[in-house]
DNA sequence: ATATATTACTAAACCGCTTTAGTTTTTATT
DNA sequence: AATAAAAACTAAAGCGGTTTAGTAATATAT
């Protein structure tokens, strides 16, 4: 059974391309098409198992019913479940999702962009690496159908679904504060991105409204790609008998991870010496000694309302409006910030 | 800055769409294109930024330099590792990868198999749900170059990279038995795939060897997409009084979590009244209370070999020959089995 | 001086599909 | 009976590339 084309259909009809093609793309009524004709086609391209050559489609009709995902890593379980919610979504409208990861690197995700483009893909959704402000805005210029997720850039006018990254890392230090804790730390990643940024200010406008001075000692900022050896060196200063927190704050899962395995290696007591508390979480966070005290993001959330978004926009359904939306994170208290 | 073509090269030179097609395709010299006027078209290629278009491309060239990933769920961490190490190694060879989940569904994943072919993908990777023999066979048959990775059909010759799963349960199992556990149970899930038949066997192979008969009661089957509740009702099972077993072995890592999430809620203590171990890990496995003894398998190796493999074929390096690759695991001894 | 090669290109077909602008045949209208 | 309208199709161009089979102009060999 070899591969069979759409002229094959109109040779052994007796038919036209363009009937064929009329009445496969289920538009045989409005072209009046018999309806004899009309099942002869269908049968007979049911039969042989006709599949159309999307690349002659999409290069003919100028789009492919794909749309492309852009993350930082998908190894990430986080971008792995937007991945996942992302593509039920896409195929809930009718769409394949095509992915790629930039590694964090500007400049393959530039590559990505403009390769995901001549694939003829409809829309991107990009969570963008830091510091890709040009490729963004060219893209706004260009007006291709895009949204950002996760991160974005507040100094640039486009679609984006993302969390509310002040107000939850604001309420994740209230959370200690109110657990009597008075000497928090703060452990995030050192990056231009707005989404750490925010998660910064909000542990920083939580302390400033309880009356807390903002020690930056406290605040130790890591290298994302040498987080694991960076983090030990935070830690061990963090835990010097002369100054000790009795609080840390982690703005992701990974430095959680890497910052509690560090404090029991101390032989550090989690949480009744050092409470820690960690925006996003790992699968197995309620399991952990102790189970951490975590902010969930509503990833289904960001990945479905992301792929309407764009899809609204690659079909112009409402042109030219932008869409954003802040959604709200979730906290789970556990043990990890003692009881 | 408009989107240019190859047409619009090719009429601003005042040359044909043939002579800029070659030089760009890096066949000028064997063309014998002037020196000049390589550089001038390159040079103009470069100034406008021309990126030729994918769709096009591959229409005439019949193959699109991508090769498609299906795997059972994104969202799992370890499929999410295997994308992350195909992606980077598909890179290597020039190659951009597509990837779409099959939820886990023979019917869905058959539609992904035509739809990636029908956008002209070079050769697939899939980590196949169960009972697709028949896609498999086809695909096979039709001389289309794949490889199977993780899960692969014993009846069929193919390519595959998979783990010894045998052995590594044998070995799990071994090393409870060496920690003098004399009652030891399998929770695995129920599926006909041949991973997980050898998962079992691996356990019932290491009893046995023992001299140990086999007690299906302690041999708990649970169905994929119901496993959380099922999980309960067996532990519940293993852990009567009458006959509480001392070990656990669990064929996969959300089994592991969801298992010990319940022991714990009982009041069990791991390992001192239940020893359990686990098939594969998530990301916080050592930081668990108590670290989970697990087994680790060679993700990137997988990924890996699995593109070499695959490229070897479409490139057809080497025609007709199969590849079948069976890694072995390594065992991670924390806590979770005793010390 | 003529035939042959070589150099430096190009016209046009092709990949498989969609779509515009018809054409032909039948039916209805006056 | 002539004309208009409707029904049921189709030829050919086009999407943006690649490639085959050339051509024209110049250089080399005999």
Redesign the pocket.
């Known amino acids: 059974m070899k591969e069979i ?3 094959d259909i ?1 040779e052994k009809l ?6 064929v ?2 009445v ?2 289920n ?1 045989g009524d409005e ?4 309806k ?2 009309q099942k002869r086609i269908l049968d007979f391209a049911r039969d042989n198992n ?4 999307q690349l ?2 999409g ?4 789009k492919s019913e794909t749309i492309g995902l852009i993350v930082p890593n998908i190894s990430d379980i986080f971008y792995a479940r937007i991945a996942h919610y992302i593509e039920l979504k896409a195929k809930e409208f009718g769409y394949t999702v095509v992915f790629s990861s930039s590694n964090e690197n500007a400049e393959t995700e530039k590559e990505l962009i403009h390769s995901m483009i001549n694939r003829q893909v409809d829309g991107l959704v990009i969570a963008s690496t830091q510091c890709n402000q040009a490729d963004i805005l060219r893209l706004k210029k260009s007006k291709f159908p895009f949204v950002l997720v996760d991160r974005h850039y507040p100094e640039i006018m486009t679609n984006y679904v993302i969390v509310d990254n002040l107000g939850g890392v604001k309420n994740m230090t209230e959370h200690l504060l109110k657990n009597g804790k008075k000497n928090i730390a703060l452990i995030t990643i050192k990056s231009e991105l707005d989404a750490m940024q925010q998660r910064r200010l909000g542990y920083e406008t939580a302390l400033r409204e309880s009356g807390i001075d903002i020690n930056t000692n406290l605040i130790k900022e890591v290298d994302r790609f040498n987080f694991e050896a960076e983090i030990k060196d935070a830690i061990r200063e963090l835990t010097n008998d002369s100054n000790r927190v009795d609080a840390i704050v982690f703005t992701t899962h990974y430095l959680a991870a890497s910052g509690l395995r560090e404090l029991k290696s101390l032989g550090i007591n989690v949480p009744n010496e050092i409470a820690i508390i960690s925006f996003d979480e790992l699968g197995a966070f309620d399991l952990v000694d102790p189970p951490i005290t975590s902010t969930k993001q509503p990833v289904s959330d960001i990945g479905n309302l992301a792929v309407e978004i764009l899809v609204n926009e690659i079909e112009k359904k409402n042109k030219e409006s932008i869409n954003q939306q802040i959604l709200q994170t979730q906290l789970l208290v556990r043990k990890s910030c003692g009881v």
């Open positions: 084309f759409l002229k109109a007796k038919l036209s391309k363009t009937t093609s009329l496969l793309n538009r072209n009046k098409i018999s004899a004709t006709y599949k159309p050559n002659a489609r290069l003919s009709l100028g």
